[in-house]
């Protein structure tokens, strides 16, 4: 069955989304032939330190019914090995070539140019992962890389990056978040840092994450599959949803993380279902489009982040997809 463009509906245990376009009669919303399921983590797999409900169950089935199943996230303050033993201990097992970060496309980026030196402002565990490719003492940065800060960046990291920045280091950043959700509330994100480096530099960064385009292609080069047989499962109308539709592959959003409090209630749907803190414009020049916003916020011209389909939760998607088989 051929996948169309669609008039979507919240999907739930009774409710398939449908294409309802005059002329056009009553299409039901195909998933049969997704073959890669890429998933988010923080918002769709976990929240915090604490699993989403079924998660595990989720992923095992999803892997059982033969879909090649990836986790596509921003996090940009850990490496995959330890992402990998983060899952374990939420009962999800996986392997480090399971996960695409900006961090695996940061150091994909960087090995493949001549003689890069980055400065980078990141944790250890990141520094780590990017072995032979750091500024080591004299030398001039050819780049400098803004991860998560909360690792204990200071005025002294902010200040090295604006002078390398203004001596001609081309400016990268992991992604572009505002607000980071942790176990005791909201924090502050590596977007923060980004901005008011581009702002003393005059310089606009290079986005590495989602909703990055150019992030969506690898996660399906790594695993030899294609956008049109894809669907990406997340939190974020911007990051996942937005970022799926670019590259053209499909795209489920879930009810939890940012999600849960985007929309969950009437009101929040009529601000354009965005919770604070969400990728918003932030996420729109990331994948190097603005979005035009229609009234009350929506996304105008019917050219926004709407999700082909809505669900409570992860634990929800292999039925979703058994469904529409």
Same mark, same amino acid.
């Given at each position: 069955?051929?996948?169309?463009?669609?008039?979507?509906?919240? +999907?739930s245990a009774s409710v398939?989304?449908?294409?309802?376009?005059?002329?056009?009669?009553?299409?039901?919303?195909?998933?049969?032939?997704?073959?890669?399921?890429?998933?988010?983590?923080?918002?769709?797999?976990?929240?915090?330190?604490?699993?989403?409900?079924?998660?595990?169950?989720?992923?095992?089935?999803?892997?059982?019914?033969?879909?090649?199943?990836?986790?596509?996230?921003?996090?940009?303050?850990?490496?995959?090995?330890?992402?990998?033993?983060?899952?374990?201990?939420?009962?999800?097992?996986?392997?480090?070539?399971?996960?695409?970060?900006?961090?695996?496309?940061?150091?994909?980026?960087?090995?493949?140019?001549?003689?890069?030196?980055?400065?980078?402002?990141?944790?250890?565990?990141?520094?780590?992962h990017l072995p032979g490719?750091?500024?080591?003492?004299?030398?001039?940065?050819? #780049?400098?890389?803004?991860?998560?800060?909360?690792?204990?960046?200071?005025?002294?990291?902010?200040?090295?990056?604006?002078?390398?920045?203004?001596?001609?280091?081309?400016?990268?950043?992991?992604?572009?978040?505002?607000?980071?959700?942790?176990?005791?509330?909201? #924090?502050?994100?590596?977007?923060?840092?980004?901005?008011?480096?581009?702002?003393?530099?005059?310089?606009?960064?290079?986005?590495?994450?989602?909703?990055?385009?150019?992030?969506?292609?690898?996660?399906?080069?790594?695993?030899?599959?294609?956008?049109?047989?894809?669907?990406?499962?997340?939190?974020?109308?911007?990051?996942?949803?937005?970022?799926? #539709?670019?590259?053209?592959?499909?795209?489920?959003?879930?009810?939890?993380?940012?999600?849960?409090?985007?929309?969950g209630s009437p009101a929040?749907?009529?601000?354009?279902?965005?919770?604070?803190?969400?990728?918003?414009? +932030?996420?729109?020049?990331?994948?190097?489009?603005?979005?035009?916003?229609?009234?009350?916020?929506?996304?105008?011209?019917?050219?926004?982040?709407?999700?082909?389909?809505?669900?409570?939760?992860?634990?929800?998607?292999?039925?979703?997809?058994?469904?529409?088989?």
């Amino acid at each position: 069955m051929s996948t169309r463009r669609l008039t979507r509906r919240p +999907w739930s245990a009774s409710v398939v989304p449908t294409d309802t376009r005059a002329g056009g009669g009553t299409a039901v919303l195909s998933f049969d032939d997704v073959e890669v399921v890429l998933l988010d983590l923080d918002g769709t797999v976990y929240e915090g330190s604490r699993p989403v409900q079924g998660a595990g169950q989720a992923v095992e089935r999803l892997r059982r019914s033969g879909l090649t199943v990836r986790f596509t996230t921003n996090t940009d303050s850990t490496s995959p090995a330890a992402l990998v033993e983060r899952l374990a201990g939420m009962g999800v097992p996986a392997e480090q070539d399971d996960f695409l970060t900006p961090v695996v496309l940061a150091r994909r980026l960087f090995e493949g140019l001549p003689a890069p030196r980055v400065l980078a402002i990141a944790s250890p565990a990141v520094r780590d992962h990017l072995p032979g490719l750091l500024c080591g003492p004299g030398d001039r940065p050819t #780049h400098v890389l803004v991860c998560d800060p909360s690792y204990g960046a200071a005025y002294a990291d902010l200040d090295a990056a604006f002078r390398a920045v203004r001596d001609g280091a081309e400016l990268v950043a992991t992604q572009l978040g505002r607000i980071a959700r942790r176990d005791d509330g909201e #924090h502050l994100d590596t977007g923060g840092w980004v901005r008011l480096l581009e702002y003393a530099t005059g310089v606009e960064a290079r986005v590495l994450g989602k909703p990055s385009p150019e992030f969506f292609r690898l996660a399906l080069e790594t695993v030899g599959g294609t956008p049109e047989r894809a669907l990406v499962v997340g939190d974020d109308l911007d990051a996942d949803v937005a970022g799926a #539709h670019a590259v053209g592959a499909r795209s489920v959003l879930v009810r939890t993380g940012k999600a849960s409090r985007a929309s969950g209630s009437p009101a929040s749907r009529a601000s354009g279902g965005r919770a604070p803190g969400a990728s918003g414009d +932030w996420a729109s020049r990331a994948s190097g489009s603005r979005v035009a916003r229609g009234p009350g916020g929506r996304d105008g011209g019917g050219g926004g982040a709407e999700p082909d389909a809505e669900v409570d939760g992860l634990a929800d998607v292999p039925d979703l997809l058994a469904r529409s088989g």
